[in-house]
Structure formats: C-alpha cells, structure tokens
C-alpha cells in the first residue's frame, strides 16, 4: 500500500487542509484512497454507519476520497472535557475518560497496538493511505509517546511532508527548528516542504526557498496560496479567526460561542445560505437583535449552562424569546432549553441536578450511556414530510413528564424523541447533528425567519449540503494540485 505523510511545524499549518486535497487528487487519478489520523483530540466528531465517533475532518477527507467514513481512519479520538480530563473514544467506542498524565501512562501501549491494527485493516482495503499528524512532530517533551505523528511514519516508512503556516510569519524557523529536532531516521522521512498560507508574488519567495533547499536538502513542493474556502476545522480556535464576509446578508444568525463548543461544523451549510450571516458570540458579548440565535452542541452542557448563567447570556436568551425571537438548540443546546437537567451519576463533574433556560417544557437526565448512531427521520416542522437525515452524539434523555405540557410543543420529526418545538414555533430544538446539511428542511427554517421579517420566500427544491460539499473539495484538490508536486510521494 502506498502511503504519504502530513506533518506541520505547528497547529493550524494546514495539514487537514492539505491532507483532504491530496485525498481528492489520488482518487481522482484512479486509486481506492482513505484518510489516517492514529490520534485526534477534537470536539467536532462524525458518526460512521457502524455508530462509532471519529473526527469531523477524519470524515470529510473521506467523502474526499469518495469512501464511506470508517472508524479505523482515526483510531482514538480525544474529546476534552474542560476539567483537566478527556473523554477516550477508543476504534469508535467511549472507555472513559482520563487526565493527561494518566492517558500516557494507561493507554499508550493499547492505543499503539490499536492504530497498528487499524492500520494493517486499511491496508488490505485500500490502494493508498494519506496520514495526518496532529500539533508538530517535534514536541521534545511528547515525543517518546507520540502517537500520531512520526511513530506513525516509521511504521509506514511512509514519505513526508512538512507543512508550514507562512502567514503567521517565522516560517524559516519553524522548518528548520522542526527539523533539527526531529531524530535522524525520522528527518530522512521528511521527501518534502510545503509552504502554505503564501500571500504575493513567488518571486519574492524564491531566494527564501533556494536557502531552504540548500540547508536542509529537501525540496519545497508546493507553495499553496491563501485560500479564502472555510472548510471544517478541527478545534473553536478557527471561530477566533472567522469574520463575516456578506455585506449585503439579509438574516443574521448568532451563535453561541460556548467555552466546550462541539460539532460546530453543523453551521456550515447555514455559512454557505447567500443571504445568511453567521456570528459566533462569546457569553459576555451582548446578544444584540438577530434573526435566529443558536445554542450548539457542547461537550460539557452543564458547565456551559452555569456560564450562560454566570455571563448573563441565559438571561439575554430568555428575554430575546419572550419578545418572540427564534431560538435553537442542538444536542447540548436542546438539553438547556429545557427545565432541568440532572446528572445524578456525576458523569459531568459534581452529582446535582440544575435549572435549565425552561423555554421547553422537558427534563433531562444525564446517563453514562452514551447514544451515538445515524439516522433517517421525516419532519413535522417547519414543513412537513422532508427527509431528515444526521446523526446523534448525546449522553442523556430528554422527556416531558407533566402531561399538561404536551399541547405546548410538538415533536419536531416524526421520532418525538429527537427534537421538539413549541406552540408559536418559535423555541426548537433537537439532538441531530448535521439538521442544516438538509438542504430543503434547511431552506424551510430560513423561510420562515424571511417571513417574521417581511422578505420573500426563497426556493426550498435545493439540494443537500453534500453536493456543495463536493464542488467545494473539487475545487479545493484543483487549486492545491496546481501548486503542489506529489511526484516524490507516489
């Protein structure tokens, strides 16, 4: 089996980005290709056929090779949980969670065999496998248990390249720091450089890279532009850096931005409406008067409830839907509408039980099963009979319980389990992750936040985010391949 590897000099140098394209341009040259990443420690994470969590970007640089998504693809996924300790997710499955320090002590050796037989699994599968690292390669002090990143690379003797970040500048430094801290046997791995992120004429880079050439005596293989594509990134710190573009927007959505915010990837396809701006609002921030606002999902919801608290967002979310402002909630989000929410197991921190945003009449309880699978529904709202489909990733059930609270809100599809809205549908909220990849339910939703501001109708026969998302990883493997020499790799 072929294989290539993506390493960065730091986080954010591109190596998701890189990785989806390369996984784009091998399968478009004729080879059965999938995507690798042994360990990832990420908050937006996808749900295979099989039911097993793997991460987001793992799953988008498989649609990007044209393969399902398979747990294998990414081994062990680490989902922080804001006290110091990470969830494991082990070959799809959650084993518990662990400190850092406990982590390289217990689950070193096993993680290791994992990734060795998920690895010897996709050989027999695929023609060729393309590898992320996570972080740098060089981190002295991780090394000798890095689990994602040269390990990896040794195993394969897998060719690699070393992608930089030259638009936060010190790129010079990054690559050769890297590479005089990385061992003789993996620096020999190392076939090529790539600088991504480039903005100018090449020109002016060219003496830069004929130094670089002649010090390290690795070739630079692509200098990438800077591409102005958002594609799903893999932590919040991409939300820092993302800045309404549409001048002309006719809605505003705001998200909130929430300490332990996960799939945010589900807003993706609300990023891509023409007429839609999404902005992602810190608690502290003042809500403002937007057209929608949006609790996502999240790691932690009780926490990230006290904080809503704490900051006064709760308080400015309750009053927006009191004067009959659109509010939704997502997984997370959808359990703090709610009255409560109980975690009578501890499984979040401290055993108790805490009053939620009560704009839905349900109560939720937090059990350590954990509820991970795809699904298939059919909607009641905002227009009845589109197909649904998405996934849930949720530990808890939420129920009404008093009877008389029936008639205030209807299922919102027709499993009355995973969504709800109210009586003037203007409080909705739901467990399925992906609800705005659905292009017709999605275009519904929007129509009626057009309508309570007097705009027309928009056409809702739109097809799925899916096939905007192809265009998008097309376009993306063109742009790359154009700037990037693969010759030395396959």
């Not at 140098?13 to 004729?30: D, P, V």
């Not at 807003?267 to 057209?291: A, C």
């Not at 227009?383 to 008639?407: C, M, W, Y």
Request: proline share 6%.
């Amino acid at each position: 089996m072929k294989s290539i590897m993506v390493v960065g000099t730091t986080s954010h140098a591109g190596k998701s980005l890189i990785t989806t394209a390369i996984c784009r341009i091998l399968s478009r040259r004729g080879l059965r290709v999938s995507p690798f990443k042994g360990q990832n420690m990420a908050l937006n994470a996808y749900v295979t056929a099989s039911g097993g969590e793997i991460g987001y970007a793992q799953a988008v640089q498989a649609w990007a090779a044209g393969v399902a998504p398979l747990v294998e693809m990414n081994p062990i996924l680490l989902k922080p949980q804001g006290d110091m300790t990470s969830q494991i997710i082990l070959k799809g499955k959650a084993i518990g969670k662990v400190s850092a320090t406990d982590y390289y002590e217990q689950y070193f050796e096993i993680g290791w065999q994992t990734i060795k037989e998920c690895l010897q699994y996709l050989s027999t599968e695929f023609d060729a496998l393309v590898c992320e690292g996570a972080g740098s390669p060089a981190e002295i002090n991780l090394k000798h248990k890095d689990l994602t990143n040269m390990r990896v690379a040794k195993h394969l003797n897998a060719p690699t390249l070393l992608v930089v970040d030259i638009d936060r500048g010190g790129a010079f430094a990054h690559i050769i720091g890297t590479l005089e801290l990385l061992d003789p046997d993996e620096r020999a791995l190392i076939k090529g450089v790539v600088i991504n992120k480039f903005r100018g004429q090449r020109s002016i880079l060219e003496p830069g890279i004929k130094w670089l050439e002649e010090r390290t005596g690795i070739p630079v293989v692509g200098v990438i532009p800077y591409l102005e594509q958002v594609f799903p990134a893999e932590d919040s710190l991409d939300l820092l850096e993302r800045k309404p573009t549409k001048a002309n927007s006719e809605l505003n959505i705001a998200v909130i931005r929430l300490p332990r915010i996960a799939n945010f990837t589900d807003f993706d396809p609300l990023e891509s409406e023409p007429s839609v701006t999404v902005k992602y609002l810190h608690p502290k921030q003042s809500l403002g008067h937007p057209d929608a606002v949006i609790i996502p999902g999240t790691k932690t919801t009780i926490a990230d409830l006290i904080t809503l608290q704490k900051s006064g967002m709760a308080e400015a979310i309750q009053n927006y839907a009191a004067s009959g402002g659109t509010v939704l909630g997502i997984c997370g989000g959808f359990q703090m509408l709610g009255q409560s929410i109980a975690d009578p197991e501890g499984m979040e921190g401290q055993v108790g039980k805490y009053p939620g945003l009560s704009l839905l009449p349900m109560k939720t309880v937090i059990t350590g099963q954990k509820t991970a699978r795809q699904r298939q529904v059919t909607s009641n709202y905002p227009q009845a009979g589109l197909p649904v489909t998405g996934f849930e990733i949720h530990q808890g059930r939420s129920r009404i319980e008093n009877p008389a609270d029936q008639k205030s809100c209807q299922p919102l599809f027709d499993d009355a389990n995973l969504g709800l809205v109210d009586s003037c549908q203007s409080v909705w909220g739901t467990y399925l992750h992906g609800i705005f990849d659905n292009g017709p339910w999605r275009r519904a939703w929007v129509n009626r936040l057009r309508q309570q501001r007097g705009l027309k109708s928009l056409p809702t026969g739109v097809a799925n985010y899916k096939e905007q998302r192809e265009q998008m990883l097309d376009s993306l493997a063109t742009q790359i391949e154009e700037h990037l020499d693969l010759t030395p790799f396959i």
